[in-house]
């Protein structure tokens, strides 16, 4: 049977943090809904991801930050591809923001993944 969901339908109640949702995860990525309450990175805190991410700003609004100081302002709709270890941070978001992200595991990282997965 297949699954099926609304990426802005039953978000989750209003929360401390980021909420992920993994919708797809396979050897080669995973595909997750994020949905941020106008929660901002921490002071300080970068993401640096092994894998190269395709992220869809589909509700809300946000400013990401990159490492260089250049800043990216976001509206709903718009997409942006990060490369892998493409330092980054959601420098502000609003509280109503939903974003659908791809994150493609190529070479390297999906065999770290491969063998994470093997250890257990």
């Known amino acids: 049977m297949p699954r099926r969901g ?6 989750p109640p209003l929360a401390d943090a980021e909420r992920f949702e993994a919708l797809l995860e396979t050897p080669c990525g995973r ?4 949905v941020s309450f106008g929660h901002a ?21 946000a400013t990401l ?20 270890r493409q330092r980054h941070r959601v420098d502000a978001v ?16 999906r065999d770290q993944q491969q063998d994470s ?3 257990g």
């Open 94 to 109: 609003s509280g109503d923001a939903v974003w659908l992200a791809v994150h493609l595991r190529t070479g390297q990282a």
């Open 41 to 61: 990175s921490p002071p300080g805190f970068w993401y640096e991801q092994a894998e190269d991410e395709w992220v869809l700003l589909a509700a809300g609004s």
């Open 31 to 34: 595909v997750e809904r994020i």
């Open 6 to 11: 609304s990426l802005l339908g039953r978000l």
């Open 65 to 84: 930050a990159f490492e260089d100081g250049t800043k990216l302002t976001l509206a709903a709709g718009d997409w942006i591809i990060l490369p892998a």
């Open 117 to 119: 997965g093997n250890a």
